[in-house]
């Protein structure tokens, strides 16, 4: 067994952003199968490339902590809400849950300055995924303002969002 490099808190805040990465996960899943049920295949394979990307965002925390000498811990995950009523309501649910995310990164480096360098360099990978996710959905978010809940309207607001 190797010696645990990481402090309790540390550890601690890392099993939490594993589970909200496993929970932006499982949100991804359940918006996708809403779009593939409404009929936006093409943000059905959209999200389910970011449900992949969220996937391994876990594993790379999970490996990290697994090298500093601690095992992560999982914890349950509830089901997401995936009662949208239009594509434009499934993006603004990512940008919202994207800039949660953010801030969880951005507060946990903070406390991380002073007290374990080597995890916040891991957490700088992350805060940096995190501003460009949140770019990214908030420039669809803008291009979708203004937009009904018509059909021809969120294909369009669907063909934004892929074409990114």
């Known amino acids: 067994m190797k010696n645990n490099l990481l402090s309790p808190g540390v550890e601690s ?24 049920e409404n009929g936006y295949l093409r943000a059905y394979d959209f999200f389910l490339g970011e449900s992949a990307d969220e996937k391994k965002h876990s594993e790379i925390l999970q490996k990290y902590m697994l090298d500093m000498g601690s095992c992560p811990q999982l914890y349950d995950i509830d089901t997401p809400d995936a009662d949208y009523s239009c594509l434009k309501c499934v993006i603004d649910a990512a940008l919202e849950m994207e800039t949660d995310l953010g801030k969880m990164y951005s507060e946990f480096a903070s406390d991380l300055v002073s007290e374990d360098f080597m995890t916040l360099t891991k957490v700088q990978e992350f805060i940096k995924i995190q501003t460009e996710a949140i770019g990214f959905y908030g420039d669809v978010c803008a291009a979708g303002e203004g937009l009904t809940d018509d059909k021809f309207q969120q294909l369009m607001l669907e063909k934004i969002l892929v074409k990114n």
């Open 13 to 36: 805040k890392l099993n939490e952003l594993i589970g909200q990465e496993l929970k932006a996960m499982y949100h991804y899943v359940a918006a996708a199968n809403w779009c593939q």
